[in-house]
Each structure stands twice: as C-alpha cells, then as structure tokens.
C-alpha cells in the first residue's frame, strides 16, 4: 500500500512541470492550425483531469487499507486490555481465592489418596 502513495507521488511530479510550463503559444496561425491548437489543449485538459483522477483513487485506496489495518489493531488492543481486566478483577476477588484455596487442598488430597491406593496396590501385588 505504501507503493500506491509512492506512485501518486511520482505521477503528480510528471504532471506538475507540463501545468505550468505553458504560456501559450505566439505568432499568426491559420484556422485549421488554431483547432489542431484547441483539440491539443483540451486533450491535455482531459489528461489532467485523468490524471488528479487517478492520483485522488490512489490516494483513497492507501487511506483505507491503512483505516482496515489501524482499527484490526485497536481491536486487538482492546481485546487484550479487557482480558488483562477480567483476570486482574478475578484475581483480586477474595470468592476465587478462596475457590483456589479449596481447589488445591481437594487436589493434594486426591493425589495423596490415589498414592495411597497404588501403594498399597504395589503392596498388595508383591504377596
């Protein structure tokens, strides 16, 4: 996308000098010369317009790839705030310490009753 405002860019410096570089043109001419100079001067009219036209389409297209990408990231930052809220909350609540406390205790119990258990299973194949 950084290419399209480069080529903006570009295309916008080419056309610039032939804008201003006219200062009309000098000298009798006959009638048929006078129109080949006004068809000439509308064509390069009509490729100005062409070309702000493109300029102005490029410009728009890099602006809204850009917009995209910036709210994907915002999203995403705001995402991860919440989640660091949500835990940060959680883990200040005395309810879920407690719940932490309990499920811990209920855990080392467990453990120490299924080695209990294969202990006196390992006991018991022995004999």
Known sequence: ME???????HLHQKTEAGRTSRSGFVGETTDMEQQLIRNVSELEQQV???TDAL????????EEHYRR????????AWIRETGKKMERKLTENVSYRILVIAGT????????GAGKWL???VR???K
Not at 55 to 62: D, E, F, G, P, R
Not at 69 to 76: E, F, I, V, Y
Not at 105 to 112: A, D, Y
């Open 105 to 112: 205790l209920v855990t080392i119990v467990l453990l120490f």
């Open 119 to 121: 202990f006196q299973l």
């Open 48 to 50: 100005y317009v062409l």
């Open 55 to 62: 300029q102005s389409t490029l410009h728009t297209i890099a």
């Open 3 to 9: 290419g399209l405002q480069e080529i903006a860019a």
């Open 124 to 126: 018991f194949a022995k």
């Open 69 to 76: 990408t910036h709210k994907l990231q915002r999203a995403a």
